[in-house]
């Protein structure tokens, strides 16, 4: 079984930065794309970015030029820096990733998710 441990969240001031992590484990036998989304109160959870294994991206309209996601293969981490963060960023940000365990079983894992609260 593959987990994903979401850090980095915390409470910031429009206009500031934070960069979230999340790290797989488990029986791990590859790890395709990643991505990151986000859900805030009252609304469908929604993409934020991913990226392929190759290191291919594609972000959300809304978070294009501010937010930046990368990827270490060797640690099977993902990353999500994020600038010029505005209130309408606040949400809850869960890790996901399309795995492949070592018994050869796809699924798609998701995170327990971190909290990010921008204050206006």
């Known amino acids: 079984q593959v987990h994903l441990v979401e850090s980095g969240g915390g409470l910031v001031q429009a206009g500031g930065s934070l960069r979230l992590s999340c790290a797989a484990s488990g029986s791990i036998f590859r790890i395709n794309d990643m991505g990151w989304f986000r859900q805030a109160p009252g609304k469908q959870r929604e993409l934020v970015a991913t990226?392929?294994?190759?290191?291919?991206?594609n972000y959300a309209d809304s978070v294009k030029g501010r937010f930046t996601i990368s990827r270490n293969n060797a640690k099977n981490t993902v990353y999500l820096q994020m600038n010029s963060l505005k209130p309408e960023d606040t949400a809850v940000y869960y890790c996901?990733?399309?795995?492949?365990?070592?018994?050869?079983?796809?699924?798609?894992?998701w995170g327990q998710g971190t909290q990010v609260t921008v204050s206006s």
């Open positions: 996901n990733a399309e795995t492949v365990s070592l018994a050869m079983v796809e699924r798609t894992t």
């Open positions: 990226i392929t294994s190759g290191g291919s991206t």
